[in-house]
């Protein structure tokens, strides 16, 4: 197949969603967090993560998951510096996407390198390529932060931050939304960012 005859299976992403929910459950981290997705890939899927310096100066990447799912690879920066750790942890998580979701299109294409696949990669339509990694980053989201905690966890801020604030709150506001998924995020092992889409994604918000 040529890059520019490549489409992107249709995966919506409820069904990206549902995937990482049942990717979690059967990994044994379905009421826990932080999702261990180091553990997932290394010790219970047997796949090497391994730190390439310079990558996404190379390829426009931070990670990629070779052909075989026998390696993920990351750029060295993200596994080296403990402030990129939540990104590392995304970034993981994302490549675990590829591997649930889009084995058969890896097959398909037949690449057995890692360079084959940058190589065919960056031929891609950007619209394709835009829905592929679509489908990955929601099912990164999802296994990393599940919907039923992410509840729990908004309205425990919620009432903490409440009770140390001497006037009333108005959460529905874009700064106070902010130090909510700032105060949730370290228990999940994700950047506020990824809260605050999360929230968008799964359309809630704080409670009253």
């Known amino acids: 197949m040529e890059p520019s005859d490549f489409i992107a299976p249709f ?21 826990v967090t932080p999702v261990d997705v180091l553990d997932i890939a290394e010790i219970q899927l047997g796949i ?12 426009r990447v931070v ?10 690879y990351l750029d060295n920066e993200l596994y080296i510096d403990d ?3 939540p990104r590392m942890r995304f970034s993981i998580a994302h ?22 696949w940058y190589s065919f990669r960056k031929n891609i339509p950007e619209e394709e390529i835009g829905f592929f990694e ?37 959460f529905t506001g874009d700064a106070a939304l902010r130090l909510v998924a700032k105060t ?10 990824t809260i605050l889409k999360r929230m968008e994604r ?4 704080p409670p009253t």
């Open 11 to 31: 995966i919506t992403r409820e069904q990206a969603w549902a995937a990482a929910d049942t990717f979690r459950q059967a990994h044994g981290h379905q009421d």
């Open 134 to 170: 679509y489908h990955a980053y929601e099912f990164a989201g999802r296994l990393l932060v599940q919907r039923d905690m992410l509840e729990a966890r908004l309205r425990e801020a919620v009432m903490r931050l409440s009770a140390m604030s001497q006037e009333e709150l108005d």
């Open 95 to 116: 490549e675990l996407g590829h591997f649930v979701l889009h084995s058969n299109v890896y097959q398909m294409l037949g690449l057995s390198t890692i360079e084959d």
């Open 202 to 205: 799964e359309n809630l918000s």
């Open 48 to 59: 090497s993560v391994i730190p390439i310096p310079g990558l996404s100066d190379r390829h």
């Open 83 to 85: 402030r990129l750790f």
């Open 184 to 193: 949730i995020a370290p228990s999940f092992e994700v950047s506020h960012q």
């Open 63 to 72: 990670a990629a998951i070779s052909p075989d799912f026998q390696r993920i």
